[in-house]
């Protein structure tokens, strides 16, 4: 089965500081899909940024990037730039291709911004 | 174009009693998933529809929990009885197609519903 790790439970972040949000997986596919989704109180998930596994680029979306480590089975998530609209909790997710369209999510991060 | 409704918001109920969530999913989705989020952790599979179909229920607890999706849209799932460790939030999630193809499409989640069990 596939686990997403998340080792962070919180982090805190200055406004206007960038933060790194780590997430691990473990997998034996090799095609896959690996997600970032923000919960706000609201507790809507929110759709950060998206990575193909194919693809060898690191997504990006205006102030959010991914560090994505195919081989080692790791993919980041870094805030530039971060805004008090960015606390939330984050959560990395894994999606099969193959079969069906399940989630796997990690615990999640509390993310913190200190005005 | 609207998003996924859920109702209730919240809902409190005592162990033992029985309680139904309802979802809305986007117009068109033919697939539609119940998430099960206990607090600290991430949302966790409990089914998944194709239209009115059951594509996977391995993780739903069959003994108190049931879904239902009539018609291919709105669908149910039911509690009973209820339990303290079903204390969380029940999130409702659908997409445009199952499989490859639907690789370029993201989910939509609705807002979810709080249940506290006491």
């Known amino acids: 089965a596939q686990t997403v790790t998340q080792s962070q439970p919180e982090m805190s972040v200055q406004e206007a500081e960038t933060v790194t949000l780590s997430c691990t997986y473990d997998?034996?596919?090799?095609?896959?899909?690996l997600f970032w989704y923000k919960q706000p109180p609201s507790r809507q998930m929110i759709l950060v940024i998206r990575?193909?596994?194919?693809?060898?680029q690191n997504a990006t979306e205006n102030r959010f990037s991914v560090n994505f480590q195919k081989a080692a089975k790791s993919f980041s998530l870094k805030i530039s730039d971060s805004q008090l609209g960015d606390a939330a909790m984050y959560f990395c997710?894994?999606?099969?291709?193959?079969?069906?369209?399940?989630?796997?999510f990690g615990t999640g991060t509390s993310l913190t911004v200190i005005p | 174009e609207a998003g996924v409704a859920q109702s209730p918001r919240y809902k409190i109920i005592e162990k033992r009693q029985s309680v139904a969530f309802w979802c809305n999913p986007i117009?068109?989705?033919?697939?539609l998933y119940w998430y099960q989020q206990i607090l600290g952790q991430g949302p966790k599979l409990l089914i998944q529809?194709?239209?009115?179909?059951?594509?996977?229920d391995s993780q739903l607890p069959k003994d108190r929990f049931s879904a239902e999706r009539l018609k291919g849209v709105d669908s149910t799932l039911k509690i009973q009885p209820a339990k303290l460790e079903d204390s969380a939030v029940y999130l409702c999630?659908?997409?445009?197609?199952?499989?490859?193809?639907?690789?370029?499409?993201?989910?939509?989640f609705g807002s979810g519903t709080r249940l506290t069990v006491v």
């Open positions: 999630a659908s997409s445009s197609l199952a499989g490859p193809a639907n690789k370029n499409y993201g989910y939509t």
């Open positions: 997998t034996s596919e090799s095609d896959y899909y």
């Open positions: 990575q193909e596994a194919y693809k060898q």
């Open positions: 997710a894994y999606r099969r291709t193959n079969t069906g369209n399940q989630f796997y």
């Open positions: 117009s068109g989705h033919a697939t």
């Open positions: 529809f194709q239209n009115n179909g059951v594509v996977d």
